[in-house]
Each structure stands twice: as C-alpha cells, then as structure tokens.
C-alpha cells in the first residue's frame, strides 16, 4: 500500500505539473504559457501526423494522471491539476499560421493563447457540460473542448485570410 501511495502521490506532482499547480497566481495560465512553447517546439519540429500521436498520448497520460489525483485527494476538479491545460492549449495552436514570418507566427500564438483561455475560463457553450463528466473525464473534456473552440475560431479567421495553417499540412 505504501509504494501505491508514493506512486500516487508522484503522479499527482505530475499532474500539477508541480509547482506550477501550487501556484496562488492563474495556475492554469501559466500551464498555458509552457503549454504555447512546449506545444509549439513540437509543432514545428514533428511532422503534423507525429504531432496528432503526440498529441493524443497527451490526452492519454494526461488523463491518469488527472485520476490518479482524485483518487488521492478525493477533490472532484482541483485547481491545482494543471496537466489539463496542456492537452487543451496543445489542441488550439494547430490552428496556427504557418508561415516564416516570426511576427505572424508570434501573433498566431498569442492568439491561440487567449482563445484557449477564453474558452477554458468561461466554459460557454457545452463546455460546461463535458466539465461536469466524472472523475478524470470531466477534468479533462471541458480542456480539451476549450481547445477545439480555439482551433476552430482561429483556424477559420486565418483561413478567411488566406493564411495556411499547420493542419491543413495534413492533406498536402
């Protein structure tokens, strides 16, 4: 029982991306912001369809890790669980510009951010909805949803502007 609990306890650091999760100041925010260099490093360094994998082995983890945390403090959405914000900003910057221009690609992810934000704080729409899933699900749905509204708003404003953006590389 002891060795199970350390491991639960390890993977509970894990999902509060520790000591991000302890933060008293947006913890979520700032799992963001890593999330935004993070995911973008990828991005650009993964072919899209490796990027999607790792996107989805993500969403995965991510999840036990979230399930792992009730499990051992009992709190139904902790704040301090932040692995979630990962999946969810991961997700939106696929809707990024794709160009060789640093400020475009600057402005793309800056956008991406606050999208992302906006959704995952608000939960407008069904996102509230996927938050109230149980356990490990909930914690993760509404992120993820967050992300996927993020996407598709900015991936329709920069294709309105004839921009190309990292998923269309998918069907070139």
Request: include cysteine; hydrophobic fraction near 55%.
């Amino acid at each position: 029982m002891i060795k199970n609990l350390k491991l639960l306890l390890w993977l509970s650091k894990i999902a509060e991306l520790y000591p991000i999760g302890q933060s008293k100041y947006a913890p979520g925010t700032l799992a963001s912001i890593i999330a935004i260099f993070v995911g973008y490093f990828f991005l650009f360094n993964l072919d899209i369809k490796f990027y999607l994998i790792f996107l989805a082995i993500c969403i995965i983890i991510s999840y036990f890790l979230c399930e792992a945390h009730i499990k051992l403090y009992k709190k139904k959405d902790p704040k301090e669980v932040v692995v979630d914000e990962l999946s969810g900003q991961f997700i939106a910057i696929l809707g990024c510009v794709q160009s060789e221009k640093i400020a475009y690609v600057f402005l793309s992810l800056m956008s991406s951010f606050i999208l992302f934000r906006f959704f995952d704080i608000t939960k407008i729409g069904p996102i509230k909805k996927f938050e109230n899933l149980p356990n490990g699900i909930g914690i993760m749905a509404d992120d993820i949803i967050a992300g996927l509204f993020a996407f598709i708003i900015q991936a329709a404003m920069l294709t309105s502007l004839n921009q190309n953006i990292y998923i269309k590389t998918l069907w070139n």
